[in-house]
Every structure is written in structure tokens, then in C-alpha cells.
């Protein structure tokens, strides 16, 4: 059985500049990380957007599309800590099973993303598979330097256990997805991720034990039942070195 991945690619006309945020940045990785973050925390401005159609740039289809989006807005909203840890170690692993109901699903869409860009054969024997193999899975994201080029992506994935390949979708820099040895640099740095310790998990998405009528608990709604507002204890430019 072959793995599942999805590199998206981007054609530029420059380097990705964002209105307002062009000077500050040490290289163009560190831009681009902006732009996901403040693009998961719905911080772009209308003049921003613009600039960045004129790119061609993939932000603006990751924000359109409800499962991209949905990985946006969980890196975007990553605490401190674990931004810390991500600088240090170059990746986050997390076990599925102990993620809320709200992250769990953005992990399955991701799956079932893959399988409708892949037009798998069979996939509804597929989805269902692998929808139930997620739980002994681990997930997470990982900054991966791509050799051709010496860019810096960082990629959300699902390392499946025994021998499949891992499923992965690029978050940040996804024009550099665009080179032939991509593929590749995922698959050594993720399959070394296997051997690694699991990062600590936030409170703030990770499941919660039941509640007295032996359901699990909301876990990010307000006392109304309504969603929370994102988590907004980190600044918003990350520097992932």
C-alpha cells in the first residue's frame, strides 16, 4: 500500500511580500510564516489579500477551503510553549488519540483531502481504513528544509504506524513544495520523527475526561456553547530558526 501526502505548489511573480510587513523579516521563510499565522488568525487586510492575489500566492485557497483552513487556524493559535519546543526541536508530536474532538477533525479532513486529490481507487474502503487506523496514529508539524533549494517549510502531518508512508500537507512556504526533492525531504524527516520523544500536549487542545452523562467534554467553547476565541498568548510573527 502506498502512502498519502499533499505538497501544494505555488507560482510567485517575487518574493512574498505582505502589505505593511516587509522589512522586518530576517528571510523570506520567516515571511511566509507570518502570512499563515495572521492568515489562521483572519489578520489579513483586504490591501494584504490583494497584494498577495497578484502573487498567485496559496494562502488565499488554503483560507477558501474549510479542511485547509482548519490547519491554518491550529497553528495559528499554538501557545508559546509550543512555539518554543517547534524552534528547538523542528517538529510537534502529539498523539492523536489525545487530542479534543475539534483537532481530531482537522487531522480526519486532511485524510480525506488526500484521498479526494489522490482519486484513490476504492477510496471509500480507503477512508474508512485508515479513518480507523487515526487512532494509534501520531500527529503534528514539522519544519523540513528541502535540500535542492535550502527553503524551510513547515508541514502538518499523520505518521501511520507499522510500515505506511505518512500522510502531510504543507502549511507555510508552500512554494518551495514546488521542487522534485520535496517529496523526498518528507519522507526522511518524518520517518525519523517516528524514533522521537512526543512533544507536551496544551490543555487548551487536548481531550478532556467525561462529563456526568459520560460524554466528552467541549473542549474551546464558552460557558454559551459557542466557539472561544482562538488562543492569543503568542505574538503573531513566529520565529522558527
Avoid at 181 to 202: E, F, G, I, V, Y
Avoid at 222 to 227: F, L
Amino acid at each position: 500500500m502506498h502512502g498519502y501526502y499533499l505538497a501544494f505548489a505555488v507560482v510567485v511573480t517575487g518574493l512574498p511580500v505582505c502589505g505593511g510587513c516587509g522589512s522586518h523579516f530576517a528571510n523570506s521563510f520567516d515571511r511566509e510564516v507570518d502570512i499563515t499565522v495572521r492568515a489562521g488568525l483572519d489578520r489579513l487586510s483586504e490591501k494584504e489579500k490583494e497584494k498577495l492575489l497578484q502573487e498567485s500566492h496559496l494562502i488565499l485557497m488554503q483560507m477558501a477551503d474549510p479542511a485547509l483552513h482548519g490547519v491554518l487556524q491550529l497553528f495559528a493559535q499554538l501557545p508559546n510553549e509550543q512555539i518554543d519546543w517547534l524552534n528547538e526541536k523542528q517538529f510537534l508530536k502529539w498523539r492523536y488519540a489525545e487530542l479534543d474532538p475539534v483537532r481530531r477533525e482537522v487531522f480526519e479532513r486532511v485524510l480525506l483531502m488526500n484521498l479526494r486529490m489522490l482519486r484513490e481507487e476504492n477510496a471509500d474502503g480507503q477512508k474508512e481504513k485508515l479513518l480507523g487506523m487515526l487512532a494509534k496514529c501520531d500527529v503534528g508539524f514539522a519544519v523540513v528544509q528541502i535540500p535542492s533549494s535550502g527553503e524551510r517549510v513547515v508541514s502538518c502531518y499523520v505518521l501511520w504506524p507499522d510500515q505506511l508512508f505518512p500522510t502531510w500537507i504543507t502549511v507555510a512556504n508552500s512554494k518551495a513544495a514546488m521542487s522534485e526533492d520535496a517529496n523526498t525531504a518528507h519522507l526522511t524527516k518524518l520517518a525519523a520523527l517516528k524514533a522521537l520523544t512526543h512533544s507536551n500536549l496544551p490543555p487548551a487542545i487536548a481531550k478532556q475526561p467525561a462529563n456526568e452523562t459520560g460524554e466528552e467534554s467541549s473542549v474551546g467553547n464558552n460557558a454559551n456553547g459557542r466557539r472561544a476565541r482562538p488562543i492569543a498568548s503568542q505574538t503573531i510573527l513566529y520565529h522558527l530558526r
